[in-house]
Structure formats: C-alpha cells, structure tokens
C-alpha cells in the first residue's frame, strides 16, 4: 500500500502540475478521481480479510470453485 | 509529405491481422486445452469446428465498422450509432470491461512468471517492473509497436510450430476417443466459451481509428479464422491429445508444462528455447490491450491526447489486478465464469449489434 501511495502521490504531483500549468482544470479532476480510486483499490487489497474481488463476484453468482 | 505521414501512422491491414495472430494464439496457449479438456472431455478436438463456424459471422461486422467509420474513435462510433447518451453509456462499459480485462491479463501473465520461473520472487514487485516496461513502450506511437510485431510474430509461430510437432510425436490415440453423438452439446458449448478466449485477440479491431481499412479485409478474416481452426485442433492435440483430458483439466499451464517434457535428440530443456520469446510476445499482448484502453478513455473523455493519463492508468489496472484475487485459482475460476462470457459480449457481440444497427439506420 505504501509503495501505491508514493506511486500514485509522484504521477498526481508531476502530472497535475503540467495541467494546472496549462490551465486543464477538467483533466486534472479526471487525473485526481483515478488516483482516488487506485488508492482505494490498493486500500481495499491490503486489508486483512480481503479475499479479492473475483472471489466475492464468484460466491455472490453462487459458483463453488 | 502530409499523406505519407498519415499513411505511415495508420496500422496497416496485414499488421492488423498479424497482431491478432499473435495474441489470439497466444491466449489459447494460456487458456485453451485446460479449458476445452476440462468442458469437452475426450471430444476436445472438434471443438475449435464451432468456434470457426461462428467466428466467421464477426468478421463482415467488423468490416462494415472499420469501413463505413474509417478513422473513428470506438465510442464515437457508438455515439453515432446509438445516439449520444446510450453511445457513450455502452462506450464507458466497453472502457470498464477492458480496463478489467487488462487488469486480469497483466495479474495473470505475473503469476505465470512468478509460478513457473520466479517461484520466490514477490508478485507485486514483478507487477511493478513489468508495468514500468509497459508504461514506458506505450510512450511510443501504436504503429510502431504494432510493427515490432511484424517481425517477432513469425519467430512466435515458428516456435509455436516447432513445439506443436514435437509433442505430436508422442500424441496418444487413447487419448482422442470415445467421441460419440453425446458429445455434441458440450462441444457446443465448449466451442462458444473458446470463442471468448480467441475474442482476447480480436480486441484489436477495436481500434478504428488507427487501422486503415482495405477491399481485402474480409478476405483476411476469413484466413485468420481458418488459422484459429487449425491452430487451435493442433494446439489441443499436441496438449490434451498427449496427456489425456483429466490430467490437462488439472493443470496450471498446461502448454508451458508440455513444452518443459520436451526431448529433442537426446536434448533435454527445449522449453528455454521457448520461453524469451513468449515472454516477449506476453508483453507484446499486454502493451496492445493497453493501447485499446487509452483508445477508449480518449474517446470517452474526449481527449485530444493521452499521453499525460499513461502512468495513471497503468497504476490504475496495476492496484485492479492486485486487487482482483488473492491466489491463481480464484483468477482461473474468475476467467471461466466471467470473462469468457464479457469477452463473447464486448468483442464479437457488440461490434455485431453496432453494424445492424448502422445497417438498419442507413449509416453504412
């Protein structure tokens, strides 16, 4: 999770920094709403007792593996 | 000078279809004899016959597509086909399925690593090298990696060939029969979920707006269908026909695996022959699954450039394929439940509903 936070903070940091130079306020919303939802897939990958994604879509279409 | 330049940045027809040879002979090497081994039992064989037969129903779709909207965004087509609102709301599901596609590809290309070469090596750490790699190539103009590929295909098909003919030497028959009329359903349905591994490598045709449509198109289709057909046969012949369909059905990899029990003059270890080459193909797969996400993304938002959203997507579909399974089992379990389904849906399916539609409404 660290390793995503640092990741996803230099992209946003670099990135961010040209649109906000080039006045592109619309790209820079898109820019912070996929680094806010990489943050928590990465938050939701860590914790604990996550199975993972698949695992829930499976049990939840009932299909024993 | 300025034609010239739009003619070299366009992917050409053959380009086009050698790249859908390489990643649709490349998924089935991954998912199709432990599939079909496991769904068709000892008629495996004849499965790939079904997939033919409704394969080539996709291609005219396709080709009135890439004719009638030459040089179009995918979802600019959809908006022009369904209306502004619902085109861009079947765009934004198209963009989610290969963003999620994508996701699954790159875990399981990184598990295969880290299972059958890098046992003690962490899967997130390989995820992250190998998406710099990937991050970085996609810098580079999509013709020109479509182009490396002209090369490369043909060393992956002469490999893949060798491979092919090594193994059929120790093929059983046994293996191969009892085939009788109850077999038909299930090589039914076993042929159509094959349809939704091949349908990984026709994604490519999703980019309108860089391939250039030629008369002869339709003539390709029907040749890369054909390939499907008997690579397909000798694929699973040269797997399942040699280790029988329930020790296939057991298997993680099952080609990788056959490749490894290889002798060859008394040669042992043919398969480091092997494997460079498709590591390289892996990427090549990956990198294009990629471009047909930022495809996508740009005709969604519509973006005049992508380039600045690289990095982002590439940690976007990185978290997405940590987070999409805890162990492989799950993955493959995921694979055979979902995505061959949403792969039949968003690459064969809807390009077919788009050119009825265009048809119906006089667009092409």
Known sequence: ?65 | MRVMEEQTAKISNRTAFLLAVTITLRSMEYFLPQYMADSAKQAFWLSPLFMFALLILVFPAYSIILKTFAGMNPVDIMRKVFGRVAGALVGAVAFIWMVILSAFLVRYFVEGLSIKFYTYVDTELLLIFILLVIGFVLHFKTVYVSRINDIFVFIFLFLSALSFILLLTRMDVKNLAPVSSHNVPSMITSGIGGLGIVAIGLNIFFLTDRIAYKKNFLFSGVGLSGFILVAGIVLLLSTVGVFGYSVVSKLTFPYTQSIKTIHFLGIDRVDALFVPILQFIDIITITMMFFIVLTFFKGLFKLEEVKPFIWLLVAFVGALGIALANNFFDLLASFREVFIYGNIFITLFLPLVIAIVAKLRKLA
Do not use: C, P
């Open chain 1, 1 to 65: 999770m660290m390793e995503l936070v640092i990741i996803v903070g230099l992209i946003d940091v670099y990135e961010g920094w040209q649109f906000i130079k080039q006045r592109r306020f619309a790209w820079l919303a898109v820019l912070l709403a996929f680094s806010a939802m990489t943050l928590f897939l990465g938050y939701l990958a860590s914790a604990q007792d996550f199975k993972g994604l698949a695992s829930y879509l499976l049990d939840a279409m009932n299909i024993h593996k």
